[in-house]
């Protein structure tokens, strides 16, 4: 499809740039809202298939496709090249970004095939993996075993960290007033809304 462009000046010319404006900002918008997951394997992936099924019987669903995510707990690198992560689960929003405000249906690990630097791998970082059940992995805390799922990682999204200054006022009104535009990153605290930017 080919376009005609011509001069324009004077109020048609500030509606114009306003216009532009707002198509760059639903542009971008759009963009911040898309899947950190591949499309062939969201298709593959039974979103009805929980954490808290697979735990009832981990050899059951082995081999299928998950989509899970949650806040690291830690990472360690393994001696065969690989690299465990163990995660405290949530529930995943639109974009596949776990909830902090939804309930935990418990812990599992991940397994990737590859060395991985472990120094981002923080814990409370949010991370998403798409991958296949693989059983379950034993952990020892204290003189009790427990047994989590295992997922053999296919793809890994770590989220950016967030800095959340506890120092503004409560409302933002600098960016249109308590009830939005919000600023970056808006986040609840029990005193209030605060801005969050990446890290």
């Given amino acids: 499809m080919r376009f005609a462009m011509k001069a324009v000046s004077g109020p ?3 509606r114009a740039l306003f216009c532009l404006g707002l198509l760059v900002l639903a542009a971008l918008l759009s963009g911040g809202c898309g899947h950190v997951i591949s499309e062939g394997l969201r298709r593959q992936a039974d979103p ?30 393994e001696e065969d ?4 992560i163990e995660v405290y689960q949530r529930p995943l929003g ?4 776990p909830d902090s405000t939804l309930p935990s249906e418990g812990r599992f690990f991940i397994l990737a095939e ?19 059940v693989a059983g379950e992995r ?15 990682s296919r793809e890994l999204h770590l989220w950016p960290e967030y800095y959340c200054p506890r120092d503004y006022p409560p409302f933002n009104y600098y960016f249109g007033g308590p009830f939005g535009p919000w600023p970056p990153y808006p986040y609840w605290y029990p005193y209030g809304l605060y801005r969050c930017y990446p890290w």
């Fill in 48 to 77: 009805k298939l929980t954490l808290a099924m697979v735990q009832q019987d981990p050899e059951a669903h082995r081999g299928r496709v998950v989509i899970w995510g949650g806040e690291i707990v830690e990472a360690a690198n």
């Fill in 138 to 152: 034993a952990k020892r805390i204290g003189e009790t075993e427990f047994r989590y799922p295992l997922v053999r």
């Fill in 114 to 132: 590859m060395v991985l630097d472990t120094y981002p791998l923080k814990q409370g970082r949010k991370i998403t993996v798409a991958g296949n």
């Fill in 94 to 97: 639109f974009s596949e970004e």
């Fill in 12 to 14: 048609q010319k500030g």
């Fill in 81 to 84: 090249d690989r690299t465990s």
